[in-house]
T-cell receptor
Framework: AQSVTQPDIHITVSEGASLELRCNYS??????LFWYVQSPGQGLQLLLK??????LVQGIKGFEAEFKRSQSSFNLRKPSVHWSDAAEYFC????????????FGKGTTLSVSS | EPEVTQTPSHQVTQMGQEVILRCVPI?????FYWYRQILGQKVEFLVS????????KSEIFDDQFSVERPDGSNFTLKIRSTKLEDSAMYFC?????????????FGPGTRLTVL
């Protein structure tokens, strides 16, 4: 069965420092991978997605993620964090291109210190 | 920019009561979803809906749950007899058939509290 693991429940990063949020997935075939962000009182906003091709994908707000099949990972990165990046981040995997369910990780809460 | 909306933002109900959570998906979208997130836990899939019928559901989505698209704009989730463990944030999502690779757009959620 598919599963997603986000090992870090809570991370604190200084403003201007780099960020990496970890995501590991379990799925037999090539997965469809997503990162969503949720700010307080807001819905889940898509940051970026991976389907195929280049394993380094660029998203909104300066985020990028790298798909590493050998490590079953899809880690999210940002070179310089801004205070407005404080939010909860969810990694998700989908089975295919069709309208099937997304499987989410438990999320990582990012705090940004000044 | 079009967005998914959900009402109410917070619903408080007594155990055993029926609740209806409402969603207005993005207007040209064809696939609709409900997810829930119990406090401190994962976002979990409940059900997907396409062409006026359920296309997939999880084991959570038992006979107490139902979904409906009563008109051309709304998508509802009904819980017939709420339990304490139904307390959660419920997210609606929608997707356009043409959007690449299952990109789902989420609403802000309805927080359901069952007392």
């Amino acid at each position: 069965a598919q599963s997603v693991t986000q090992p870090d429940i809570h991370i604190t990063v200084s403003e201007g420092a780099s960020l990496e949020l970890r995501c590991n997935y379990s799925y037999g075939a090539t997965p469809y991978l997503f990162w969503y962000v949720q700010s307080p009182g807001q819905g889940l906003q898509l940051l970026l997605k991976y389907f195929s091709g280049d394993t380094l994908v660029q998203g909104i707000k300066g985020f990028e993620a790298e798909f590493k099949r050998s490590q079953s990972s899809f880690n999210l990165r940002k070179p310089s964090v801004h205070w407005s990046d404080a939010a909860e981040y969810f990694c998700a995997v989908g089975r295919d291109r069709a309208g099937t369910a997304l499987i989410f990780g438990k999320g990582t809460t990012l705090s940004v210190s000044s | 920019e079009p967005e998914v909306t959900q009402t109410p933002s917070h619903q408080v109900t007594q155990m055993g009561q029926e609740v209806i959570l409402r969603c207005v998906p993005i207007s040209n979208h064809l696939y609709f979803y409900w997810y829930r997130q119990i406090l401190g836990q994962k976002v979990e899939f409940l059900v997907s809906f396409y062409n006026n019928e359920i296309s997939e559901k999880s084991e959570i989505f038992d006979d107490q749950f139902s979904v409906e698209r009563p008109d051309g704009s709304n998508f509802t989730l009904k819980i017939r007899s709420t339990k304490l463990e139904d307390s959660a944030m419920y997210f609606c999502a929608s997707r356009d058939r043409s959007s690449g690779g299952n990109e789902q757009f989420f609403g802000p959620g309805t927080r359901l509290t069952v007392l």
